[in-house]
């Protein structure tokens, strides 16, 4: 029994025993296993971004199998998909990785007035595939995200019912500008929002020094967003003070160093982790798993 997940753990304890025991799953698999730290291989940027411009670079990553292969011989915590991918590789790969079935999802084939997800799969499509929990992207700053809070709400309780924790990627775009989506301010409250809707662990990007709600420029006057590592505990202290499982995403591929950096700078601040997508599946398939060991490395001994 590992003290640093148990201690994690502590802070569910309201929660049924199927969802501290599917959390416990996911903190103690891959080489990151019993540190409390999680390095999850998101795969749905084929149905959000397009199958070019997220697997010509490697093409390798047309193929389903491949990304469940990825994230077992990296060594990852889990891995999440939409249904389609996951339905292609649950019987060969259910219990040998967490799966975490993304149950919602957008393309950008149009630009709707407020972004918005479909609903793509149900919570008794992840237990039928033997999934460890459901993932759900909430877009705060559209005018359609009182919709998305109250489907989330549904859907949380569905499926604690059934003993499956939520991921909630919690992204504000809508009626905010471009770089304000990553702004501190944006981003500590998408992780606080998330949180209160009942998010068992939080996905957001990295934030970066902007503060883009005039209404809290006078409150950051005294809260250091200095350096991303100062950003990244801010975010964390919006997440009831640590006491939910915040994981940063990994964005648009870029050099190796760079991310390095960056990993290393959430690890300082006390991020719970990375969910790195095409950084990884982009890259040849043994550089993706050395770049996901040094990345599991840096918060392993963070
Ligand atoms: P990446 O590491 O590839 O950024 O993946 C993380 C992720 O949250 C994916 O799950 C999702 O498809 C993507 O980012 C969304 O990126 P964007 O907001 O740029 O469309």
């Avoid at 079935?101 to 595939?129: F, G, H, M, W």
Wanted: proline share 5%; hydrophobic share 40%; net charge neutral.
């Amino acid at each position: 029994m590992s003290q640093a997940v148990e201690s994690i753990l502590a802070n569910y304890a309201g929660e049924n025993p199927g969802v501290v025991g599917n959390l416990r799953r996911m903190l103690n698999h891959g080489r990151l296993a019993g540190t409390g730290k999680m390095v999850i291989l998101p795969v749905d940027q084929g149905f959000e971004h397009g199958p070019a411009r997220s697997f010509q670079p490697n093409p390798a990553g047309y193929d389903p199998r491949y990304h469940a292969e990825l994230a077992v011989e990296s060594g990852c915590n889990a891995y999440a998909a939409p249904l389609g991918f996951i339905e292609a590789i649950a019987a060969e790969y259910a219990g040998k990785i967490p799966l975490i079935l993304k149950v919602n999802n957008s393309d950008s084939l149009a630009s709707p007035a407020a972004p918005c997800s479909a609903l793509t799969s149900a919570v008794e499509d992840a237990l039928r595939l033997g999934c460890s929990a459901i993932g759900y992207t909430i877009y705060p700053g559209s005018k359609d995200r009182n919709r998305m809070y109250q489907d989330l709400r549904d859907l949380i309780r569905e499926a604690r019912k059934v003993g499956l924790p939520t991921i909630v990627w919690s992204y504000a775009r809508g009626d905010i500008s471009k770089d304000g989506e990553t702004a501190i301010d944006v981003i500590a409250y998408a992780a606080h929002i998330a949180c209160q809707l009942g998010a068992h662990i939080v996905k957001v990007k990295p934030p970066s020094e902007m503060i883009e709600q005039s209404a809290a420029k006078k409150n950051y006057e005294s809260i250091d967003v200095s350096t991303l590592e100062a950003r990244v505990r801010h975010v964390v202290e919006s997440a009831f003070n640590g006491k939910r499982i915040v994981i940063f995403s990994g964005g648009p591929a870029k050099g190796k160093d760079a991310v390095l950096e960056e990993i290393a700078a959430i690890a300082k601040g006390g991020g719970s982790g990375s969910i790195v997508g095409r950084n990884a599946f982009q890259r040849p398939k043994d550089e993706a798993i050395q770049l996901l060991h040094e990345i599991q490395d840096l918060f392993a001994k963070a």
